[in-house]
């Protein structure tokens, strides 16, 4: 694969970033800043911030979408700093770190700026006020990255702990600790559809779903060292850098790499982007080189050929860049082979090989497809035994040749065979749910006999003439949970003209109790959702919008009494609400208060805390949410304690009574060893304590002091 545009610079490239106005960032070791124009590769802009980088495994630099702010590490690694991009003046820095940060980054709507460091803690950082707005879930070892989903609603943190914290930016929540990997975590990605991408020093990648906090899937064949990641914007590809240098390729559908070696270079990948207008993968190097790759460079070439029919040339293109079996022209060469499979199959009912073989034409010179070509006319050797025994109504023959042969049940002759078999069991039905007409109702199906797809289906017709009875009577009194009970026990009613009525009313049922939900006539709407319950392949859609429009209902009522306790409750439960004008207030002023919570609970001052926090202490669903502020409040009491050198007896206690309220948490024993440190002859053993859980931490429990 060879570049289409090519630039290089001085030093080692560490960060490239697509900008809302279409400009491409680029920052290299000794943080120069350049903005380029996408088109020309010229210097649109740019200036230098005088720190320079030795290492380039972690975002030590960021830029806001925007490009109105700026975040880096300084120097001694000790802070970190957030820059106005107009002036380059410092706005905020954060030094509260307990060793280095090591990394940083802006969320995607330009809110918040992280730092992230040694002691597994992340601060966040108000752009707008410059004060910490809140920290993320601590992790009990060094944090190695840092990531955003697209829409800025999920935050992820990756740490030498093994583990994976994700965040809900929008409710301000932890939602999952994702444990999987056996190695220390390095990297993560947001993927498209609440996905995350993570991947450890073993070079172990998982996918994660973001909202069951399970594994989907456990990507194969890395076998490189990963230093840079990065997806296209619609979800088809993932392009992982290598530190040797090379690119490999997934498609993230079936999980399945295209590529080991898409791209091979000579230097570490420092830095991938993608530009998904152009449909080119940035790829930036740790030798100063910065490299664009068309992905679909070659599809005019597969037109061209497509014109000639050449379908070895276009297939040789394709297995020299797999990644052009994705494009529209290479999507038409699959329509018309499967086009052509169709024509051919046709010509073979006919018994005609030789307009077969003219129809496959030049696709006989690609390998794949002849021997695909050979397997089908194969196939067809015994199709004119398959029409003869269908000609003669010797059914048994017939439907076991068909059995033998798959794709005998594409031909229009099978399809005529179907059609006679419903017609021949639809009028035999007629009589077999009359007792007296069951002999008759032999007759009729008698032709099948031995036919094994039907057997079971003959078989059940008459053994169960009397559920069909019971079927339609349920039915014509609308007792459908009778009548879907019955299906369940009984799967060839399904095969009845009565099910498909049935499920067409269930149908019309369903879009019109959704129009009446959207224009807010839930009465009648719950009406119609109270009928679809009993259908059983809605049962859970219409339980659950009838929750919905129940929770709405509440909601509001709470709204209109002033009982925020029950509003706060009802939202966390429904997201539909939380788009709502009354939901994005009251998470708005809960947000502020936890803003300023986070703030007074870095100083652990509990007494603002509690002032702060007064109205949500009974909101049942911010339980968890409040449990992790206060144990932040106790955790900066206890760190501030081992500082200050207080007696070894009172912050014993003091870690006694955190993992008493909050239980054995990451963060606790990543402060039990700074004890342990400090206070060598401590005989203080964390396993003998008793544990609490943050799950079981309420307002109650809520002490002036964690230390007394």
Same mark, same amino acid.
């Not at 061209?304 to 297995?319: A, D, G, N, P, W």
């Given at each position: ?162 583990? #994976?914290?994700? $965040?809900?930016? %929008?409710?301000?929540? +932890? @939602?999952?600790?994702? =444990? ?5 975590? /390095? ?114 070439? #597969?037109?061209? $050929?497509?014109? %000639?029919?050449?379908? +070895? @040339?276009?297939?040789? =293109? ?5 990644? /052009? ?292 202490m009974k909101v049942s669903s911010k339980s968890s949410a409040l449990a992790d502020i206060y144990g932040w409040c106790y955790m900066v009491e206890l760190e501030k304690a081992i500082e200050e050198e207080k007696e070894q007896v009172i912050i014993e206690n003091g870690i006694k009574n955190y993992i008493l309220y909050f239980g054995l948490q990451d963060q606790i024993e990543s402060l039990f060893n700074i004890f342990k440190d400090n206070y060598p002859q401590t005989k203080l053993n964390l396993d003998l304590q008793t544990k609490g859980s943050k799950s079981m931490w309420r307002s109650s429990m809520i002490v002036n002091s964690i230390l007394y």
């Amino acid at each position: 694969m060879k570049p289409s545009k090519e630039i290089s610079f001085k030093n080692a490239i560490i960060r490239v970033k697509i900008m809302e106005d279409g400009k491409l960032l680029v920052v290299d070791a000794k943080s120069v800043v350049r903005f380029l124009d996408l088109v020309t590769l010229k210097t649109a802009s740019g200036f230098k911030c005088g720190v320079e980088y030795k290492s380039f495994k972690r975002q030590v630099f960021d830029f806001s979408d925007n490009g109105l702010y700026f975040t880096l590490i300084s120097a001694t690694k000790k802070e970190s700093l957030l820059y106005n991009a107009k002036n380059k003046k410092t706005i905020a820095k954060m030094d509260r770190h307990s060793g280095e940060v090591n990394c940083v980054a802006i969320d995607p709507n330009s809110k918040y700026m992280f730092s992230c460091g040694d002691d597994g803690k992340s601060y966040a950082i108000d752009i707008e006020n410059k004060k910490i707005a809140f920290t993320l879930p601590i992790h009990s070892d060094s944090l190695t990255d840092i990531a955003f989903s697209k829409n800025a609603q999920w935050v992820a943190t990756a740490s030498y702990d093994k583990k #994976i914290h994700l $965040f809900n930016l %929008i409710t301000m929540t +932890k @939602k999952h600790r994702l =444990i999987g990997h056996n190695e220390e975590v /390095l990297k993560v990605h947001f993927l498209s559809e609440n996905r995350l991408l993570s991947v450890d020093k073993a070079n172990t990648a998982i996918v994660w779903d973001c909202e069951k906090g399970k594994v989907i899937e456990r990507l194969e064949g890395i076998h490189d060292d990963i230093s840079s990641i990065t997806s296209s914007d619609d979800g088809i590809f993932l392009f992982l850098g290598s530190e040797l240098g090379y690119v490999m390729v997934f498609e993230l559908e079936s999980y399945k790499m295209l590529s080991r070696k898409y791209i091979k270079l000579t230097s570490t990948i420092t830095a991938l982007e993608f530009h998904e207008k152009t449909s080119q993968l940035i790829v930036a190097t740790e030798d100063a080189d910065l490299l664009f790759y068309h992905i679909f460079a070659s599809e005019e070439r #597969i037109a061209k $050929f497509l014109r %000639i029919k050449s379908y +070895k @040339k276009i297939q040789e =293109i394709v297995e020299e860049n797999p990644l /052009l079996a994705y494009t529209k022209a290479y999507q038409l060469v699959i329509s018309i082979w499967d086009s052509t499979v169709k024509k051919a199959r046709l010509a073979l009912e006919k018994n005609d090989k030789e307009t077969a073989l003219e129809l496959f034409g030049n696709f006989q010179y690609v390998p794949a497809r002849n021997t695909a070509i050979k397997a089908i006319i194969k196939e067809y050797k015994e199709f004119d035994k398959f029409a003869k025994f269908a000609q003669e109504s010797k059914f048994p023959l017939a439907y076991a040749l068909a059995l033998q042969h798959p794709h005998y049940q594409d031909s229009q002759l099978y399809k005529a065979l179907e059609l006679n078999w419903k017609k021949t069991f639809c009028e035999a039905k007629k009589y077999a749910i009359d007792p007296k007409g069951a002999d008759l109702a032999r007759e009729i199906l008698a032709p099948y006999r031995g036919v094994t797809q039907k057997t079971k289906l003959i078989q059940e017709l008459f053994a169960k003439s009397e559920v069909y009875k019971r079927f339609r009577v349920a039915v014509g009194q609308k007792d459908y949970k009778v009548a879907f009970e019955l299906i369940k026990l009984n799967p060839f009613l399904k095969e009845l003209p009565d099910y498909i009525a049935l499920l067409d009313y269930a149908d019309s049922l369903y879009i019109k109790s959704q129009k009446l939900f959207q224009q807010d006539n839930t009465h009648e709407a719950i009406k119609m959702l109270r009928v679809l319950v009993d259908f059983s392949d809605f049962t859970e859609d219409a339980k659950e919008l009838m929750k919905s429009i129940e929770c709405r209902h509440k909601f509001y009522a709470a709204i209109k009494e002033d009982d925020t306790t029950t509003a706060y409750n009802i939202l966390a439960q429904n997201e539909d609400l939380q788009s709502t004008q009354e939901g994005k207030r009251l998470q708005k002023e809960y947000n502020d208060a936890v803003a300023t919570a986070n703030e007074f609970a870095l100083d652990a001052n509990i007494k603002e805390v509690n002032r702060v926090l007064e109205k949500y202490m009974k909101v049942s669903s911010k339980s968890s949410a409040l449990a992790d502020i206060y144990g932040w409040c106790y955790m900066v009491e206890l760190e501030k304690a081992i500082e200050e050198e207080k007696e070894q007896v009172i912050i014993e206690n003091g870690i006694k009574n955190y993992i008493l309220y909050f239980g054995l948490q990451d963060q606790i024993e990543s402060l039990f060893n700074i004890f342990k440190d400090n206070y060598p002859q401590t005989k203080l053993n964390l396993d003998l304590q008793t544990k609490g859980s943050k799950s079981m931490w309420r307002s109650s429990m809520i002490v002036n002091s964690i230390l007394y």
